[in-house]
């Protein structure tokens, strides 16, 4: 059954601690992606990656890390430098190539500050 | 800088009628356009898209309509059901980004529909 997988579903963080948030997908998409919603507003960008050991800054990089070490994995880390970290994170992943494909979702990590 | 604007927070239809969901954009360079539906606690759904050399773009009860001069986009379901009942997004992406594949979101409009 392919689709995107992300965990934990909630997650709970200490002020000061960084936290690591897991996205797998086995459709074979180069491209993957971090999103952030916040209550009543849309997807923010955070980073996004087109292919293996390579990722871009989106709108709202800052206080956050990223890595793509394998073509299925792409966990985001929210550091202590992130000053609201409290939100709702959604993982998306694309096939690359041809014109137009859209994006397919992960069902969400809600991270919340202790 | 809003470049998506869905300017209705939330919509109610009756069952069997139809639902319309607007979304209106600023940036001329976006020529690919989404739709997603997301439920509480999950990630959204892609239900349609359109590219912006049509204007029109119809799959199943929903329909895609784009009036480029406008810069508006909606989106029709016909009939509505109350398994529809959710927030929508509107999303876009710009000519040059479409192999980044970088969508810009709407805030989203929840709708309900009533049995």
């Known amino acids: 059954d392919g689709g995107i997988t992300q965990s934990p579903k909630y997650l709970f963080r200490k002020e000061g601690q960084n936290v690591t948030l897991s996205c797998e997908q086995n459709?074979?998409?180069?491209?993957m992606y971090w999103y952030r919603q916040d209550p009543g507003q849309g997807l923010r960008l955070i980073y996004y990656?087109?292919?293996?050991?390579?990722?871009q800054k989106g709108d709202i990089a800052e206080g956050y890390s990223v890595s793509r070490e394998k073509k299925e994995s792409f966990p985001l880390t929210v550091t202590s430098a992130q000053k609201n970290p409290t939100a709702f994170y959604l993982c998306?992943?694309?096939?690359?190539?041809?014109?137009?494909?859209?994006?397919?979702f992960g069902d969400g990590t809600r991270l919340s500050i202790l | 800088d809003q470049q998506v604007k869905q300017n209705s927070p939330s919509l109610s239809v009756q069952e069997g009628r139809i639902s319309i969901l607007n979304c209106d954009y600023t940036?001329?360079?976006?020529?690919?356009f989404l739709w997603y539906k997301k439920y509480p606690a999950e990630g959204p759904t892609f239900l349609i898209s359109?590219?912006?050399?049509?204007d029109k773009n119809e799959d199943g009860r929903f329909t895609v309509f784009l009036n480029k001069s406008a810069k508006h986009l909606s989106l029709h379901i016909v009939p509505s059901q109350p398994g529809d009942s959710a927030v929508y997004f509107c999303?876009?992406?710009?000519?040059?980004?479409?192999?980044?594949?970088?969508?810009?979101f709407g805030q989203g409009t929840t709708l309900q529909v009533k049995p």
């Open positions: 998306a992943s694309k096939e690359q190539g041809g014109l137009n494909q859209p994006q397919h």
């Open positions: 459709l074979n998409h180069d491209a």
């Open positions: 990656s087109q292919i293996v050991n390579d990722f």
């Open positions: 940036n001329s360079m976006f020529d690919y």
């Open positions: 359109i590219s912006s050399i049509k």
């Open positions: 999303a876009a992406s710009a000519r040059g980004s479409s192999n980044t594949g970088k969508l810009i």
